[in-house]
């Protein structure tokens, strides 16, 4: 009698497949909307194990501490504004109506007062690209062209950590660590390469059944094309002679 299969037992949620959380830092997200335009000071560059991309701590006038995606360049002991009406100038956080077109945005707002949403991992960076009627052209990490809210908010700059996926991991222990902190599976081994009793489609011969499942299927199924609407190789019409 074979074994469940790997994705059902991550399925359960059990410790052994989870991310360690105790050691992730604090979420990241602008202050609440108001009228004002509020100033603090950098104390603090911070790597965080849940994101690609570093934060800073923020320390306002109103003595309250922050944590925001970190911009390229930023250095401890600067002063950022943030607010509606901020001056747009490198490291601060303004609204999309206040940033000229040609600017490098990140951390963008989907929705007016979200925190900061979109374009946040390492070297992000996303342009103004044309403000029409009550709507911001905004060109994402992606090349898609995406409609903003005026009022959402946006850091100008570029987001740091840029060209991490350049760098070689080189062994497959340094995958095996980035892939652990995160409670992501790895290595991915394919279920023909496995033994029969590890996966339907294991052993030398006889590999499981049919590749193609019904979408109302239990995870157990699920180990081939479920819910396709076509399996097999497209053959082209023969001609009649």
Known sequence: MGKRLKHQRRGKGTPTYRAKKQR???PTKYKEIDGETIEGEVTDIIDDPSRTALIMEIKYETGDKGYLTAPEGVQVGERIKEGLNAEPSLHNITALKNIPEGYPIYNIENTPGDGGKI???SGALSWIKA???????????????????PQCRATIGKAAGGGRTEKP????GKQHHKKKARGQKFPTVRGVKMAAVDHPFGGKEHHGTKTHKGKTGSPGQHVGSFGASRTGRK?????NK
């Open 24 to 26: 992730f830092k604090s």
């Open 119 to 121: 374009a946040k991992s």
């Open 131 to 149: 403000k029409e009627g009550e709507k911001v052209q905004v060109r994402l990490p992606s090349k898609r062209t995406k409609k903003f809210n």
């Open 169 to 172: 991991l080189l062994k497959a």
């Open 235 to 239: 053959r082209g019409k023969k001609k």
